[in-house]
């Protein structure tokens, strides 16, 4: 009943349906990975405040290796720590980070370097703080970083990809991303590839300062990629199986006249309809 499956057309049929098959499911299996992967940073984020703060060199490996360099960014297993670090802000060295949203409002986000006893530094976000009343093509001040021995306490980030360049106006840097190898070369001393988004200081940050929101990674965006990818996968499969039956069930219909010709491509003797003559 169903031997034309062994013929070259439905073989062809059924490997391009399985090897769409295996796409659909290889595709369903990166979205559960990247699944997992999202979750996963979720749970750091939810579990950070609870946690007891690491120091900083525990967790964000090292700083680069001379003046101008950045140290590698820290491991993915590493991100959204808590930890804590010592030192003196550079407020010559500020970093005003464009473009920033906050409660619907665009801003800047504000990049220090904390000087570590060392001599390397690490960035620390500040927070946002919204645009001068002239607009955002006039850098808003910044508010003054304290002096004397700082302790701030908050989440180890990764570095953002960089977009655009770094530029000096009046006096302060200015860029698109937080870039810590682009911003390391701005900088008279090695900087940690990571930065600190900071929830705590002591003695306490302005209060002009806007705390700068997590946001959580849409994980369930990609669970639903993975049942998208493996729904079609089925119905591929499902669909070939629909279509194999149904010409096996054409194929055992008895036929008429008509049906046979059209089975065999339309080669049967057609009727003679001329008029008999009666003698």
Avoid at 138 to 150: D, K, L, N, Q, Y
Wanted: net charge neutral.
């Amino acid at each position: 009943m169903y031997r034309f499956l062994l013929t070259p057309r439905w073989l062809g049929y059924l490997v391009v349906a399985l090897a769409a098959a295996a796409v659909m499911v290889q595709l369903g299996n990166w979205q559960l990975d990247r699944y997992h992967q999202r979750s996963a940073v979720n749970d750091r984020i939810d579990t950070a405040g609870q946690q007891t703060p690491v120091e900083l060199t525990r967790a964000a490996g090292h700083p680069g290796p001379a003046p101008g360099q950045a140290g590698d960014p820290p491991p993915e297993s590493a991100t959204w720590t808590r930890v804590t670090a010592v030192g003196r802000y550079d407020s010559d060295n500020d970093v005003l980070v464009r473009s920033r949203t906050v409660n619907s409002r665009v801003g800047y986000e504000v990049l220090t370097p904390l000087v570590l006893a060392d001599g390397s530094a690490v960035l620390v976000d500040r927070g946002w703080i919204p645009p001068d009343d002239s607009g955002l093509a006039v850098a808003p001040p910044v508010p003054p970083a304290p002096t004397g021995e700082v302790r701030v306490t908050g989440l180890l980030r990764q570095p953002e990809p960089m977009s655009g360049s770094v530029t000096r106006q009046d006096g302060t840097l200015q860029t698109r991303r937080i870039a810590t190898p682009v911003l390391a070369a701005e900088l008279p001393y090695p900087i940690y590839g990571g930065y600190v988004l900071l929830q705590e200081q002591d003695p306490p940050a302005d209060p002009v300062f806007v705390a700068v929101p997590i946001r959580h990674e849409n994980s369930w965006q990609n669970g639903g990629y993975v049942a998208q990818w493996w729904i079609f996968a089925a119905m591929t499969l499902v669909g070939f199986g629909w279509l194999a039956r149904r010409e096996a069930h054409h194929r055992r219909r008895p036929a008429g006249d008509g049906d046979r010709a059209d089975a065999i491509g339309g080669d049967a003797d057609p009727v003679d309809r001329r008029p008999t003559t009666v003698r």
